[in-house]
């Protein structure tokens, strides 16, 4: 984990980078730095939606840009370094339904993706985290009740991710490197746990809020105003407003088919990050 760190560092030092250290500033821009990542927004019909925003704290500007624009130095919201790159994620699952079918396109396609799991939905179908793992996707931690960990105790954040890899663990063999917080709210305590225990710290670049029902036109115009090389896809696999993710399975086929058009390649998380 230190060494893969150190290499994500090494990586990003090597490159030249405009902007590197600044702070940001509307009136100055930086264009080489990846987008701005929108905190994800809670679903009104989730348990924790009394809050009312993110709980993102502040953190100071970044001074490794390859990465990420501003936000915490630890997480990386996309990887800008080589080549026209697309990492496709999916959260919130597995469930039987929309998990399967967003599976069937990906394998009719030829594309990998990364899917973020919460435990306990892990627990509860075992059989498609077996899948997803099979089809040579990559399986991430994203927690083991979609908990705002930022409003936790550290030992009950440590509880949330140790859980949640043990189940990943017991069905696919590998405990998870990947981890996302649920609404992207961390802390540093979320950040130094979630490093102590071995883990990535990821968040997105592009935010299509399929979650939110938008139609798959919607989808497919904020997935191309915000997409970089290098880009984050942050999308759903189960979950979404009203239990209700069609748009995003309607939209999926379109949207792999546009980043063919503009000649990406389809990685993995953990294969951008590696790039
Ligand atoms: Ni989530």
Known sequence: MKSSLLIITALAVSLSVAGCGKKENAAEPTPNLTPVAAAEK??????????????????????????????????????????????????????NKYTARILDILKEQGVPATFFLVGKHVQQYPQMVKRISQEGHAIGNHSWDHANLARMSPADVQGEITKTDEAIKSLTGEAPVLFRAPYGAISQEVVNDAIASGHQLIG???????????????????????????????QHSAGGKGGNLANTVEALPQLIAYLKKEG??????TDLIKS
């Open 42 to 95: 809670l679903d009104p019909a989730r348990p924790d939606s009394t809050l009312a925003k993110p709980a993102v704290a502040a953190q100071p500007i970044s001074t490794e840009p390859v990465f990420q624009a501003r936000g915490n130095r630890d997480v990386i919201y996309s990887v800008s370094s080589k080549g026209k790159k697309v990492a496709l994620t999916f959260d919130d699952g597995p469930d």
């Open 204 to 234: 997105w670049s592009v935010d299509t809020m399929d979650w939110d029902g938008k139609s798959p036109a919607t989808i497919l115009t904020t997935l191309k105003k915000e997409l970089k090389p290098g880009a984050i896809v942050l």
């Open 264 to 269: 990406y390649q389809f990685v993995t998380v």
